[in-house]
């Protein structure tokens, strides 16, 4: 069954920066617009970013421009999301995931991605 990984989430202090990778059990994901997501605690789960099936485009929310960054390596079948100038509010539980139609890239919907990751966690403090 076709499933994405996160891994590289962890403890950082207000400033840092942290590089969240999401690996692909398939190539196809290749040809998918991905995301990330984040839950905080009590909270919904959020947009953060994705990125067109060509990796050509990127959307973000207004909270994280100009400090995350999410690019792709297709020949590792891998998502990054590169986190600068990490803040306290960007503490949560982070999810990749695909959407297949790509229509999560305007949306920016949960309700449009079809495949998640397990989620890793990321905690700022100040």
């Known amino acids: 069954q076709a499933r994405l990984v996160e891994s590289g989430g962890g403890l950082a202090q207000a400033g840092d920066s942290l590089a969240l990778s999401c690996t692909a059990s398939?190539?196809?994901?290749?040809?998918?617009?991905m995301g990330w997501f984040r839950q905080a605690p009590g909270g919904e789960r959020e947009f953060v970013a994705a990125l067109s099936a060509s990796g050509e485009g990127t959307q973000y929310v207004d909270s994280v421009k100009g400090r995350f960054t999410i690019w792709r390596h297709n020949a590792k079948n891998t998502l990054y999301l590169q986190m600068n100038i990490l803040k306290p509010e960007d503490t949560a539980v982070y999810f990749c995931?695909?959407?297949?139609?790509?229509?999560?890239?305007?949306?920016?919907?949960?309700?449009?991605?079809?495949?998640w990751g397990q989620g890793t966690q990321v905690t700022v403090s100040s």
């Open positions: 398939e190539r196809s994901f290749n040809n998918y617009v």
């Open positions: 995931a695909a959407s297949v139609s790509g229509a999560g890239y305007y949306t920016r919907s949960s309700k449009d991605y079809d495949y």
